[in-house]
């Protein structure tokens, strides 16, 4: 008799984004850690970027057993990405600091994924203006 074996892999999405560049970006870094991952919706976004609302973005898609791990992963480099500045003003010792970005968001990402830490930043005092480069 033979054995009926359930050889299905239940996947989940763990991150949607609205261009395929991106999501491609985070899939080689979650697959350079070691977790196959696939994503969905691709190709229609990216021929057809007005339908990136209806279908909900590019979807990336992990097997459910590496869903924890790459939601760690996912969330460690947005959390580099939106990283306050711990600093105080220079001139006035405030705490009260904006974070200007020189580049857009997906340098940011690309600098994160493959530098480990952002692209340098602005920071703007909002006591008493003054400007100064963040590292």
């Given at each position: ?45 990216s021929?057809q ?15 459910h ?71």
């Amino acid at each position: 008799m033979m054995e009926n074996r359930n050889n299905n892999i239940r996947l989940v999405t763990i991150a949607s984004f609205p261009e395929a560049i991106e999501a491609h970006i985070y899939r080689s870094r979650l697959e350079a850690e070691g977790i196959p991952c696939v994503l969905a919706d691709e190709n229609i976004v990216s021929n057809q970027p007005w339908h990136t609302i209806a279908y909900g973005g590019v979807k990336l898609r992990v097997r459910h057993t590496d869903e924890m791990r790459a939601r760690e992963i996912i969330q460690d480099i947005r959390g580099k990405l939106n990283a306050e500045a711990t600093e105080l003003c220079p001139v006035c010792h405030s705490n009260k600091i904006k974070v200007k970005r020189n580049v857009n968001i997906l340098k940011q990402v690309v600098s994160v994924l493959f530098m480990g830490t952002p692209v340098s930043r602005k920071a703007v005092c909002v006591n008493c203006g003054h400007t100064w480069q963040l590292t």
